[in-house]
């Protein structure tokens, strides 16, 4: 059966850094798109980042661009994102999400609705 597990989520305070682990199984990783997505406390899942299924090829949302990285191992079946200097306005539940998509544009790929599987969720916490 498919699983996404998302991990490395904590408590760390502003300008911080987290690593954020998606492993994958169940399904065949390296043909699929990656995406992270955040929730907040009473907002919308929003987009936070997507790489193509060779890795070639990421796009971000403006809100995390130049601090956020994300990246992936297919020989690992593991998808990560890097957070670097981390904003309270950061803090949210964190999900990993698997697009059957094998075209090259990404811009699509912001939507939730393109997703196919879905993780648990990490939570990140970002103090003043």
């Known amino acids: 059966q498919v699983q996404l597990v998302e991990s490395g989520g904590g408590l760390v305070q502003a300008g911080g850094s987290l690593r954020l682990s998606c492993a994958a199984s169940g399904f065949t990783f390296q043909v699929y798109t990656m995406g992270w997505f955040r929730q907040a406390p009473g907002k919308e899942r929003e987009f936070v980042a997507v790489?193509?299924?060779?890795?070639?090829?990421?796009y971000y949302a403006d809100s995390v661009k130049g601090r956020f990285t994300i990246s992936r191992d297919n020989a690992k079946n593991t998808l990560y994102l890097q957070m670097n200097s981390l904003k309270p306005e950061d803090t949210a539940v964190y999900y990993c999400a698997a697009a059957a998509y094998g075209g090259r544009s990404l811009v699509t790929l912001a939507g939730r609705n393109r997703y196919d599987y879905w993780g648990q969720g990490t939570q990140v916490t970002v103090s003043s």
């Open positions: 790489i193509r299924w060779d890795g070639d090829i990421s």
